[in-house]
């Protein structure tokens, strides 16, 4: 268990930095091993992503793993993590096009407000309040 967590405790600051922080080794990591975007001239994003989702589906299987043999929070919260770095490895996998794609969804929830949208509680997602109804059934 992890015993200094508290849903609070965590200021905006400290995300962005461990955000940033693990770019960065993401970026450090495709270059020590050659596995970046560089690697990828010739390829389609779509072919790029079938290449790597086997490291995604991996990372998920380990999560699902540790969730049903009821692993300790920590090597959960671990495999979370895993995860998230495979998932910048995608996106630097995939060039400035990865870069863009960060950017359109950004500016997308961005645009998502509580006036437009609202939390569906059983599944956890924020949807469009009005359209998309088959969403909210």
């Known amino acids: 268990m992890i015993n200094e967590y508290q849903p ?3 200021s905006k600051s ?3 930095d461990a955000m940033k922080k693990m770019a960065e080794e993401v970026w450090e990591f495709h270059d020590r091993f050659k596995v970046g975007s560089g690697r990828f001239t010739n ?3 779509t072919e790029i992503i079938q290449l790597r989702k086997k490291i995604l589906d991996e990372e998920f299987f380990e999560l699902n793993q540790a969730l049903i043999n009821k692993e300790d929070e920590l090597s959960i919260v671990n495999e979370v993590s895993d995860i998230l770095f495979v998932t910048m490895g995608h996106i630097e996998s995939l060039g400035k ?3 863009n ?4 969804v950004t500016k997308k929830n961005l645009l998502k407000t509580n006036e437009t949208h609202k939390l569906r509680e059983d599944t956890g997602k924020i949807l469009p309040i ?3 109804p088959h969403k909210w059934e």
């Open 8 to 10: 609070n405790n965590l």
């Open 14 to 16: 400290e995300f962005v």
């Open 43 to 45: 390829y389609s994003p």
């Open 130 to 132: 009005k359209g998309k």
């Open 97 to 99: 096009l990865g870069i």
């Open 101 to 104: 794609s960060i950017e359109n």
